[in-house]
């Protein structure tokens, strides 16, 4: 795996590094513990089919345009929008869209890293036998008062973002692609069983039907937003991480292939989650909409009924910490690399620095959840409000000026040159999806949520 250090123009050592890294980014706490309960507030089955469409028609098209991006600038975020945006004869200001990337990066970090440092807890929980046997009340009660507790959520998202930093540091060659080799078919592994216990509980074609069969009514302009910004969010889409990683690309590997896997194995990840879940929420009378703290609140009962389910409710929360650490790596990365390719401050200074500051940002969630809950703006809370900002609005928007960018601004011979999609055919679909359809579809979904269609 290249090493994101210093070195400016330095290689994945294979496609493989990159899928790994790739996927690395995309599968985190997105799939896991977004997804399902996102889908159990919106109603179900008709919101999973505009994830999935979203994901198709706007998702993979844009995933292709920013590995291309980052592949042909070669630099962090800022510097390729604006050599590209040079190269093709515009204007240099585009790179701002990158600024807006290194932004969402930074905030959604914030708040990724309190979930994550839930994962650690539950840990400690699963391994102390905690949930040996719970009932859905107790469980749900260990929840609620771990959430409630300030002082051991500023401890775990301290946790969290000192291990992140630490990672980061380091560079990503050292550990992390062989950490992500052997933990994605691990996480995978154990979430098919999850899936095998699921089907054995009586409400397992109840949870399904909740899960795929439509129902258009329960869909709204809100809804609509949320399922196309989580299709951005759960594929690292829209903020330049995958453009960061696009960058360390070998120049004869197909961009195409790569998105198609990385979107393939996102998408599935986050299906299983949904399928091991629900089942076990109606199984125990819960109720699907509970909101973020629903995998906490039903996988530890299934954890606790299940014959070896110490040791794999623990490996569980392992693999979900590992997931959610690929990904935050992700997330600061295009920061870490602007600070210190344009500023020239060392890798420590600036992820001391970065760190810090993400740090304190992430109070605000850790204090949502307790000593600020009743602190609403709009109805939101501030962790609701930061999720709102950059899943729902900045990831959209950057991925909409990405798709203009890489449809209208760079010149044909540029994407097609980078591409090198011997096909034809699937050039021209590639160029009508990122020229006009997902451009057209976030826009209108955007001024849809705000009243004006
Ligand atoms: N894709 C990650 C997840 O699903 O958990 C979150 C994420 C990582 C979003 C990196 C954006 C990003 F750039």
């Known amino acids: 795996m290249a090493d994101i250090k210093n070195k400016r123009h330095s290689e994945w050592s294979s496609r493989f590094a990159f899928i790994l890294a790739a996927t690395g980014s995309a599968v985190g706490l997105g799939n896991i513990w977004k997804f399902p309960?996102?889908?159990?507030?919106?109603?179900?089955?008709?919101?999973?089919?505009?994830?999935?469409?979203?994901?198709?028609?706007?998702?993979?098209?844009?995933?292709?345009?920013?590995?291309?991006?980052?592949?042909?600038?070669?630099?962090?975020?800022?510097?390729?929008?604006?050599?590209?945006?040079?190269?093709?004869?515009?204007?240099?200001?585009?790179?701002?869209l990158g600024w807006l990337g290194v932004a969402a990066g930074v905030i959604i970090l914030s708040y990724y890293?309190?979930?994550?440092?839930?994962?650690?807890?539950?840990?400690?929980?699963?391994?102390?036998?905690?949930?040996?046997?719970?009932?859905?009340?107790?469980?749900?009660?260990?929840?609620?008062?771990?959430?409630?507790?300030?002082?051991?959520?500023?401890?775990?998202?301290?946790?969290?973002?000192?291990?992140?930093?630490?990672?980061?540091?380091?560079?990503?060659r050292e550990g992390l692609e062989k950490a992500v080799r052997f933990l994605m078919p691990s996480l995978f592994i154990l979430l098919i069983l999850l899936v095998g216990y699921a089907m054995n509980t009586d409400a397992y074609d109840q949870g399904l039907s909740f899960m795929f069969d439509p129902d258009f009514s329960k869909i709204t302009g809100s809804s609509i937003l949320t399922a196309m910004g989580h299709a951005f969010f759960t594929l690292s889409l829209g903020m330049g991480a995958i453009m960061v990683y696009g960058s360390y690309l070998p120049k004869d590997v197909s961009i195409s292939q790569t998105a198609f896997m990385v979107a393939g194995a996102d998408t599935l990840v986050a299906l299983l989650a949904g399928i091991a879940i629900f089942p076990l929420v109606f199984a125990n009378g819960l109720e699907p909409s509970t909101g973020p703290g629903l995998i906490f609140q039903t996988l530890p009962?299934?954890?606790?009924?299940?014959?070896?389910?110490?040791?794999?409710?623990?490996?569980?929360?392992?693999?979900?910490?590992?997931?959610?650490?690929?990904?935050?790596?992700?997330?600061?990365?295009?920061?870490?690399?602007?600070?210190?390719?344009?500023?020239?401050?060392?890798?420590?200074?600036?992820?001391?620095?970065?760190?810090?500051?993400?740090?304190?940002?992430?109070?605000?969630?850790v204090f949502?959840?307790?000593?600020?809950?009743?602190?609403?703006?709009?109805?939101?809370?501030?962790?609701?409000?930061?999720?709102?900002?950059?899943?729902?609005?900045?990831?959209?928007?950057?991925?909409?000026?990405?798709?203009?960018?890489?449809?209208w601004v760079m010149t044909r011979t540029q994407s097609r040159d980078e591409l090198q999609l011997n096909n034809k055919g699937l050039y021209y679909c590639w160029f009508i999806l990122v020229r006009y359809v997902s451009p057209a579809a976030v826009f209108l979904v955007f001024i849809h949520v705000l009243g004006i269609l």
Not at 121 to 149: E, H, M, N, P, R
């Open 113 to 172: 890293s309190v979930i994550a440092g839930w994962a650690m807890a539950y840990v400690l929980k699963s391994i102390s036998g905690t949930f040996i046997d719970g009932s859905a009340q107790q469980i749900g009660g260990f929840f609620d008062a771990f959430v409630k507790d300030s002082g051991a959520q500023v401890f775990w998202h301290t946790s969290f973002m000192v291990i992140t930093m630490l990672v980061v540091v380091r560079g990503v």
């Open 368 to 407: 949502s959840f307790n000593e600020w809950a009743d602190f609403t703006f709009l109805g939101k809370n501030i962790f609701e409000c930061l999720d709102f900002l950059t899943a729902n609005i900045m990831l959209p928007a950057g991925g909409l000026l990405i798709a203009v960018f890489s449809g």
């Open 301 to 365: 009962i299934a954890f606790g009924q299940m014959t070896g389910g110490v040791i794999f409710g623990t490996l569980f929360f392992v693999l979900l910490f590992f997931a959610a650490l690929s990904s935050s790596i992700s997330l600061i990365e295009p920061a870490v690399a602007w600070m210190v390719e344009n500023k020239g401050y060392s890798r420590v200074k600036t992820c001391v620095f970065l760190g810090a500051g993400v740090w304190f940002l992430g109070l605000g969630t």
């Open 37 to 96: 309960y996102i889908t159990g507030e919106n109603g179900g089955g008709a919101f999973v089919i505009v994830y999935l469409l979203c994901v198709v028609v706007i998702g993979i098209p844009i995933m292709m345009a920013e590995t291309m991006i980052g592949r042909r600038g070669r630099q962090n975020p800022v510097n390729a929008m604006k050599t590209l945006a040079q190269e093709a004869g515009a204007d240099s200001r585009w790179r701002y």
